[in-house]
């Protein structure tokens, strides 16, 4: 059971165009929620984070969004670059897990 | 500041070999984990370590093993390779807590053969 789901599985924008990569979760006891950019032959490194007591988190071009009451939460990445191309994974954890649950990830190239 | 720091970074084995990929951290952290991924199936955990001394299974454990060596150490066997055990392992850390960052390695790309 897959327990944070991530659409879409890839993505290509124009560079200066707004990227925007969604995520749903089930488990309502999940109390942080974390991306991670992955670049080729490189490891994830977190990238942006928020928890569930704000509906959004601004980093420069990077935003997370927040919806409790649906259960959603998105990355929208703004003026998008050609630099910005990797994978990107949403996360899930709760409180108390040493675990976060991984959605599948988006690939996501941008084009110049 | 290493950071995760795995290896080998490549490897190719025969169907039946058996090898061991090494993990070490210089963060001090109480936890690490072993993923595994491929294509459109992102990041699966095979096994992790909530503290020295303990580990524990994950989603896809089967024909691998670990060894929490030491705070430091995590490393990942495989007994009897597979082609199915075809992919790029992952070794990560976290200090312990919920909500903290999950550092990554580079990767070890293995192929099975």
């Known amino acids: 059971q897959q327990q944070v789901k991530q659409s879409p599985q890839s993505l290509i924008v124009q560079k200066g165009g707004i990227s925007i990569i969604n995520c749903a979760y089930e488990?309502?006891?999940?109390?942080?929620f974390p991306w991670y950019q992955q670049f080729p032959g490189k490891g994830p490194a977190l990238l942006i984070a928020i928890r569930p007591d704000v509906s959004e988190k601004k980093e420069g071009r990077f935003t997370i969004s927040f919806n409790k009451s649906a259960k959603q939460f998105s990355l929208h990445i703004m003026d998008s670059q050609p630099g910005d191309s990797a994978t990107y994974f949403c996360?899930?954890?709760?409180?108390?897990?040493?675990?976060?649950?991984f959605g599948r990830g988006t690939s996501l190239i941008v084009h110049p | 500041n290493a950071g995760v720091t795995q290896t080998p970074k490549f490897q190719v084995l025969k169907t039946g070999q058996s090898m061991t990929l090494q993990c070490a951290q210089d963060?001090?952290?109480?936890?690490m984990y072993w993923y595994r991924q491929d294509p459109g199936m992102g990041l699966r955990l095979i096994y992790y370590s909530a503290s020295e001394g303990t580990t524990d299974k994950g989603e896809v454990p089967n024909g691998y093993n670990v060894s929490r060596l030491n705070k430091r150490e995590f490393s990942l066997r495989l007994e009897s390779a597979a082609p199915s055990q075809t992919s790029v392992y992952f070794c990560a850390s976290n200090p312990g807590f919920s909500g903290n960052t999950i550092y990554f390695g580079e990767g070890s790309w293995l192929t099975v053969v």
């Open positions: 963060m001090n952290h109480n936890s």
């Open positions: 996360a899930a954890s709760r409180g108390g897990s040493y675990i976060p649950t």
């Open positions: 488990n309502t006891a999940f109390d942080y």
